[in-house]
Protein backbone atom coordinates (compact mmCIF):
# COMPACT_ATOMS: atom_id res chain seq x y z
CA UNK A 1 0.00 0.00 0.00
CA UNK A 2 1.13 3.31 -0.73
CA UNK A 3 1.91 5.29 1.99
CA UNK A 4 -0.07 8.76 2.20
CA UNK A 5 2.42 10.90 4.04
CA UNK A 6 4.75 11.21 1.26
CA UNK A 7 3.69 12.10 -2.02
CA UNK A 8 4.79 9.37 -4.22
CA UNK A 9 7.40 9.65 -7.22
CA UNK A 10 6.55 9.85 -10.26
CA UNK A 11 8.06 8.40 -13.96
CA UNK A 12 6.84 12.02 -15.37
CA UNK A 13 8.26 15.25 -14.81
CA UNK A 14 5.38 17.11 -12.16
CA UNK A 15 4.71 20.36 -14.59
CA UNK A 16 4.08 23.72 -12.78
CA UNK A 17 0.04 24.08 -12.60
CA UNK A 18 -0.66 20.31 -11.49
CA UNK A 19 -1.88 19.50 -8.53
CA UNK A 20 1.07 17.33 -7.72
CA UNK A 21 3.59 20.66 -7.83
CA UNK A 22 1.00 21.88 -5.15
CA UNK A 23 1.22 19.58 -2.92
CA UNK A 24 5.02 19.40 -3.21
CA UNK A 25 5.41 23.07 -2.97
CA UNK A 26 2.34 22.76 -0.14
CA UNK A 27 4.03 20.06 1.34
CA UNK A 28 7.38 22.20 2.38
CA UNK A 29 5.34 25.01 3.50
CA UNK A 30 2.84 23.03 6.42
CA UNK A 31 6.29 21.19 7.12
CA UNK A 32 7.56 23.90 9.13
CA UNK A 33 4.08 24.79 10.58
CA UNK A 34 3.97 21.14 12.36
CA UNK A 35 1.16 20.64 10.03
CA UNK A 36 0.38 17.33 8.31
CA UNK A 37 0.18 16.47 4.85
CA UNK A 38 -2.99 14.40 5.32
CA UNK A 39 -4.55 18.48 5.67
CA UNK A 40 -2.90 19.35 2.48
CA UNK A 41 -5.21 16.50 1.15
CA UNK A 42 -8.49 17.84 3.16
CA UNK A 43 -7.71 21.10 1.14
CA UNK A 44 -7.50 19.69 -1.71
CA UNK A 45 -10.88 17.55 -1.99
CA UNK A 46 -12.33 20.68 -0.88
CA UNK A 47 -11.62 22.69 -3.93
CA UNK A 48 -11.33 19.98 -6.29
CA UNK A 49 -14.07 17.49 -5.11
CA UNK A 50 -11.29 14.86 -5.49
CA UNK A 51 -10.85 12.59 -3.44
CA UNK A 52 -7.49 11.18 -1.30
CA UNK A 53 -6.90 8.38 -3.38
CA UNK A 54 -7.44 9.90 -6.45
CA UNK A 55 -5.33 12.92 -5.88
CA UNK A 56 -2.13 10.23 -4.72
CA UNK A 57 -3.13 8.58 -8.44
CA UNK A 58 -3.16 11.51 -10.29
CA UNK A 59 -0.08 14.11 -9.95
CA UNK A 60 -0.45 15.23 -13.07
CA UNK A 61 -3.76 16.50 -13.00
CA UNK A 62 -3.83 20.02 -14.01
CA UNK A 63 -5.61 22.45 -11.36
CA UNK A 64 -7.85 25.71 -13.35
CA UNK A 65 -6.78 28.88 -12.10
CA UNK A 66 -9.39 29.27 -9.62
CA UNK A 67 -8.87 25.84 -8.13
CA UNK A 68 -5.47 27.10 -7.85
CA UNK A 69 -6.49 30.34 -6.27
CA UNK A 70 -9.04 28.50 -3.56
CA UNK A 71 -5.97 26.18 -2.69
CA UNK A 72 -3.89 28.95 -1.86
CA UNK A 73 -6.33 30.89 -0.37
CA UNK A 74 -6.78 27.63 2.02
CA UNK A 75 -3.16 26.97 2.88
CA UNK A 76 -2.52 30.53 4.20
CA UNK A 77 -5.90 30.18 6.46
CA UNK A 78 -4.32 26.88 7.49
CA UNK A 79 -1.00 28.69 8.29
CA UNK A 80 -2.06 31.26 10.47
CA UNK A 81 -3.47 28.66 12.43
CA UNK A 82 -7.05 28.68 11.62
CA UNK A 83 -8.56 24.46 12.40
CA UNK A 84 -8.76 22.55 9.06
CA UNK A 85 -12.33 22.28 10.15
CA UNK A 86 -13.34 25.52 9.75
CA UNK A 87 -11.23 25.74 6.41
CA UNK A 88 -13.01 22.70 4.70
CA UNK A 89 -16.38 23.33 6.72
CA UNK A 90 -16.82 19.66 7.93
CA UNK A 91 -15.32 17.47 10.58
CA UNK A 92 -16.08 13.95 11.35
CA UNK A 93 -18.14 12.59 14.55
CA UNK A 94 -19.42 9.13 15.70
CA UNK A 95 -19.09 7.79 11.86
CA UNK A 96 -20.65 10.88 10.20
CA UNK A 97 -19.15 14.02 8.75
CA UNK A 98 -21.11 17.33 10.37
CA UNK A 99 -21.01 21.41 8.50
CA UNK A 100 -19.11 22.91 11.04
CA UNK A 101 -18.20 27.20 10.78
CA UNK A 102 -16.44 29.29 13.65
CA UNK A 103 -20.65 29.84 14.66
CA UNK A 104 -19.74 26.65 16.95
CA UNK A 105 -17.52 24.35 18.46
CA UNK A 106 -15.51 22.00 16.48
CA UNK A 107 -17.06 18.45 17.38
CA UNK A 108 -14.24 16.38 19.57
CA UNK A 109 -13.07 12.63 19.47
CA UNK A 110 -13.54 12.67 23.43
CA UNK A 111 -17.33 13.85 23.19
CA UNK A 112 -18.04 10.78 21.82
CA UNK A 113 -17.90 8.90 24.94
CA UNK A 114 -21.04 10.65 25.92
CA UNK A 115 -23.12 9.81 22.98
CA UNK A 116 -22.19 5.78 23.72
CA UNK A 117 -23.13 6.06 27.20
CA UNK A 118 -26.67 7.46 26.15
CA UNK A 119 -26.83 5.03 23.39
CA UNK A 120 -26.55 2.30 26.03
CA UNK A 121 -28.55 3.54 28.66
CA UNK A 122 -31.27 4.30 26.16
CA UNK A 123 -31.20 0.65 24.31
CA UNK A 124 -32.22 -0.85 27.73
CA UNK A 125 -35.47 0.51 27.51
CA UNK A 126 -38.01 -1.00 25.99
CA UNK A 127 -40.31 1.82 25.36
CA UNK A 128 -39.46 4.85 23.23
CA UNK A 129 -37.77 7.45 25.07
CA UNK A 130 -37.18 11.53 25.42
CA UNK A 131 -33.38 12.61 25.10
CA UNK A 132 -32.40 16.12 25.54
CA UNK A 133 -29.27 18.16 24.46
CA UNK A 134 -28.09 20.91 26.24
CA UNK A 135 -26.17 23.52 24.23
CA UNK A 136 -26.21 21.49 21.15
CA UNK A 137 -23.92 23.59 18.87
CA UNK A 138 -23.63 21.61 15.91
CA UNK A 139 -26.34 19.47 16.61
CA UNK A 140 -23.57 16.22 16.51
CA UNK A 141 -24.57 14.66 19.87
CA UNK A 142 -28.40 14.91 19.03
CA UNK A 143 -27.98 14.15 15.54
CA UNK A 144 -25.96 11.08 16.32
CA UNK A 145 -28.49 9.44 19.19
CA UNK A 146 -31.41 10.37 16.78
CA UNK A 147 -29.05 8.15 13.84
CA UNK A 148 -28.34 5.50 16.56
CA UNK A 149 -31.77 5.39 18.19
CA UNK A 150 -34.76 6.31 15.41
CA UNK A 151 -37.42 5.74 17.75
CA UNK A 152 -36.14 8.25 20.41
CA UNK A 153 -37.26 12.03 20.33
CA UNK A 154 -35.25 14.38 20.99
CA UNK A 155 -35.11 18.45 22.01
CA UNK A 156 -31.88 20.17 21.26
CA UNK A 157 -31.53 23.33 22.97
CA UNK A 158 -28.49 26.50 22.18
CA UNK A 159 -28.57 30.35 23.58
CA UNK A 160 -26.81 30.96 20.03
CA UNK A 161 -29.02 31.71 16.80
CA UNK A 162 -26.47 31.02 14.84
CA UNK A 163 -25.09 27.69 16.38
CA UNK A 164 -28.55 26.34 15.86
CA UNK A 165 -28.99 27.34 12.13
CA UNK A 166 -25.64 25.08 12.05
CA UNK A 167 -27.37 22.62 13.65
CA UNK A 168 -30.58 22.95 11.45
CA UNK A 169 -28.23 22.34 8.63
CA UNK A 170 -26.92 19.12 9.72
CA UNK A 171 -30.36 18.11 10.27
CA UNK A 172 -31.47 18.36 7.11
CA UNK A 173 -28.23 16.80 5.65
CA UNK A 174 -28.11 13.83 8.11
CA UNK A 175 -31.99 13.73 7.29
CA UNK A 176 -33.13 13.55 10.92
CA UNK A 177 -35.02 17.12 11.10
CA UNK A 178 -38.16 15.04 12.17
CA UNK A 179 -36.67 13.52 15.34
CA UNK A 180 -35.05 16.59 16.35
CA UNK A 181 -36.82 19.50 17.75
CA UNK A 182 -34.19 22.71 18.25
CA UNK A 183 -35.58 25.35 20.76
CA UNK A 184 -33.24 28.86 21.47
CA UNK A 185 -32.94 29.32 25.06
CA UNK A 186 -30.55 29.98 27.77
CA UNK A 187 -29.75 26.16 28.79
CA UNK A 188 -33.57 24.31 29.45
CA UNK A 189 -34.99 27.82 30.65
CA UNK A 190 -37.93 27.14 27.87
CA UNK A 191 -38.30 23.32 27.52
CA UNK A 192 -41.28 21.80 30.37
CA UNK A 193 -40.98 18.14 29.32
CA UNK A 194 -39.59 15.83 31.24
CA UNK A 195 -36.91 13.73 29.71
CA UNK A 196 -35.09 10.12 29.95
CA UNK A 197 -31.71 11.03 29.02
CA UNK A 198 -30.01 14.64 29.36
CA UNK A 199 -26.72 15.13 27.74
CA UNK A 200 -24.93 18.60 27.67
CA UNK A 201 -21.39 19.31 26.32
CA UNK A 202 -21.38 22.70 27.77
CA UNK A 203 -18.84 25.69 27.94
CA UNK A 204 -16.45 23.60 30.79
CA UNK A 205 -13.07 25.55 30.89
CA UNK A 206 -12.05 28.01 33.41
CA UNK A 207 -11.65 31.72 32.29
CA UNK A 208 -7.93 31.50 33.59
CA UNK A 209 -7.07 28.83 31.40
CA UNK A 210 -9.17 29.53 28.35
CA UNK A 211 -7.04 32.76 28.36
CA UNK A 212 -3.70 30.86 28.12
CA UNK A 213 -4.94 28.61 24.84
CA UNK A 214 -4.06 29.97 21.98
CA UNK A 215 -5.27 27.20 19.46
CA UNK A 216 -9.14 27.76 20.70
CA UNK A 217 -8.66 30.98 19.83
CA UNK A 218 -11.02 30.80 16.31
CA UNK A 219 -13.71 29.07 18.29
CA UNK A 220 -16.49 30.92 19.82
CA UNK A 221 -15.68 31.55 23.40
CA UNK A 222 -19.61 31.45 24.20
CA UNK A 223 -19.24 27.47 23.57
CA UNK A 224 -15.67 27.46 25.53
CA UNK A 225 -15.83 29.93 28.89
CA UNK A 226 -17.13 28.34 31.82
CA UNK A 227 -16.51 30.89 34.42
CA UNK A 228 -14.13 31.08 37.09
CA UNK A 229 -14.47 27.43 37.93
CA UNK A 230 -15.86 25.91 34.81
CA UNK A 231 -19.06 25.21 36.09
CA UNK A 232 -20.82 28.64 35.69
CA UNK A 233 -23.46 26.89 32.81
CA UNK A 234 -23.07 23.14 34.12
CA UNK A 235 -24.33 23.85 37.97
CA UNK A 236 -27.38 25.53 37.01
CA UNK A 237 -28.21 22.58 34.91
CA UNK A 238 -27.87 20.13 37.54
CA UNK A 239 -29.95 21.78 39.54
CA UNK A 240 -32.42 22.56 37.02
CA UNK A 241 -32.26 18.35 36.32
CA UNK A 242 -35.48 18.12 39.01
CA UNK A 243 -37.53 19.98 37.12
CA UNK A 244 -37.14 18.13 33.91
CA UNK A 245 -36.32 14.63 34.46
CA UNK A 246 -38.34 11.40 34.40
CA UNK A 247 -37.87 9.28 37.96
CA UNK A 248 -35.56 6.99 36.03
CA UNK A 249 -33.22 9.64 34.32
CA UNK A 250 -29.78 9.63 33.23
CA UNK A 251 -27.52 12.36 32.93
CA UNK A 252 -24.37 13.15 31.26
CA UNK A 253 -22.01 16.14 30.79
CA UNK A 254 -18.82 16.19 29.44
CA UNK A 255 -16.08 18.21 31.89
CA UNK A 256 -12.72 19.30 32.47
CA UNK A 257 -10.45 16.93 33.77
CA UNK A 258 -9.63 18.66 37.02
CA UNK A 259 -13.45 19.18 37.33
CA UNK A 260 -14.52 15.50 38.48
CA UNK A 261 -14.44 15.96 42.61
CA UNK A 262 -15.96 19.74 42.18
CA UNK A 263 -18.96 17.66 40.28
CA UNK A 264 -19.73 14.96 42.22
CA UNK A 265 -19.67 17.16 45.22
CA UNK A 266 -22.34 19.15 43.25
CA UNK A 267 -24.70 16.50 42.43
CA UNK A 268 -24.66 14.81 45.46
CA UNK A 269 -24.98 17.64 47.57
CA UNK A 270 -28.46 18.27 45.53
CA UNK A 271 -29.05 14.69 44.86
CA UNK A 272 -27.79 12.46 47.35
CA UNK A 273 -29.99 9.12 46.44
CA UNK A 274 -28.93 9.15 42.90
CA UNK A 275 -25.77 8.16 41.96
CA UNK A 276 -23.38 9.65 41.29
CA UNK A 277 -19.74 9.04 39.27
CA UNK A 278 -17.04 10.15 37.20
CA UNK A 279 -16.61 8.11 33.94
CA UNK A 280 -12.61 8.56 32.51
CA UNK A 281 -11.34 8.56 29.10
CA UNK A 282 -9.14 6.72 27.39
CA UNK A 283 -6.14 8.32 29.01
CA UNK A 284 -7.65 8.18 32.69
CA UNK A 285 -8.76 11.36 32.66
CA UNK A 286 -11.67 12.57 34.20
CA UNK A 287 -14.40 13.29 31.09
CA UNK A 288 -18.09 12.59 31.74
CA UNK A 289 -20.13 13.17 34.90
CA UNK A 290 -23.00 11.12 35.28
CA UNK A 291 -26.23 10.97 37.84
CA UNK A 292 -28.43 8.43 37.61
CA UNK A 293 -31.64 8.64 39.18
CA UNK A 294 -33.64 5.73 40.53
CA UNK A 295 -36.88 7.16 41.60
Known sequence: MRNPTVWPRSNRRTE??????????????????????????????????????????HPDYLLAPDEESELEAFLARLLRGEPLAYIIEKQSFYGRDFFVNPSVLIPRPETEQLVELA?????????????????????????????????????ATDIS???????????????????????????????????????????????????QLDALRFEPRLALDGGSDGLRLIAPLVADLQRIR?????????????????????????YPQASSKIEGDLAGK???????FTS
Open 16 to 57: TGTLGAWLQSAQLRITAAGEHISALYALAHAATGRPTAWQIA
Open 119 to 155: ISNARQSSTPIRIADVGTGSGCIALSLAKELPGAALI
Open 161 to 211: SRALSVASRNASLHQAGGQVQFVQCHLVDAIHARFDIVCANLPYIPGRTLR
Open 246 to 270: KSRCLALFEIEQSQGGAFLALSRSL
Open 286 to 292: DRIGMIQ
